[in-house]
């Protein structure tokens, strides 16, 4: 069994910081990309930020120069540093990883719990 665990939600004001982090334990033989989404009442899922385990990083456009993402290898985990807060960045988060369980199996896909993110005065 894999899971994805997720920290670091809560309540902060406008112009605050957040920092979100993920780790995946199991029975893990190797992890491809690592990141998070987020899904607003009423819309749909969205990318935030992904990783791959080589480095490369993507970023959602409406993020981009505020958000920071960063993994650790080492110990299957992910982090997600958000700076400069919006109401509009308000939102559940999620941890995505694609893992592979099985030898010379494809990677399999994993999300997380979900951790609430409100931004507000």
């Known amino acids: 069994q894999v899971q994805l665990v997720e920290s670091g939600g809560g309540l902060v004001q406008p112009g605050g910081s957040l920092r979100l982090s993920c780790a995946a334990s199991?029975?893990?033989?190797?992890?491809?990309?690592m990141g998070w989404y987020r899904q607003a009442p009423g819309k749909q899922r969205e990318l935030v930020a992904v990783?791959?385990?080589?480095?490369?990083?993507n970023y959602g456009e409406s993020v981009k120069g505020r958000f920071t993402v960063s993994r650790d290898n080492a110990k299957n985990t992910v982090t997600l540093q958000m700076n400069s807060l919006k109401p509009e960045d308000t939102a559940v988060y999620y941890c995505?990883?694609?893992?592979?369980?099985?030898?010379?199996?494809?990677?399999?896909?994993?999300w997380g719990q979900g951790t609430q993110v409100t931004v507000s005065s």
């Open positions: 199991g029975s893990i033989l190797g992890i491809g990309n």
């Open positions: 990783i791959t385990s080589g480095g490369t990083i």
């Open positions: 995505n990883a694609l893992i592979v369980v099985v030898a010379s199996t494809p990677l399999r896909n994993y």
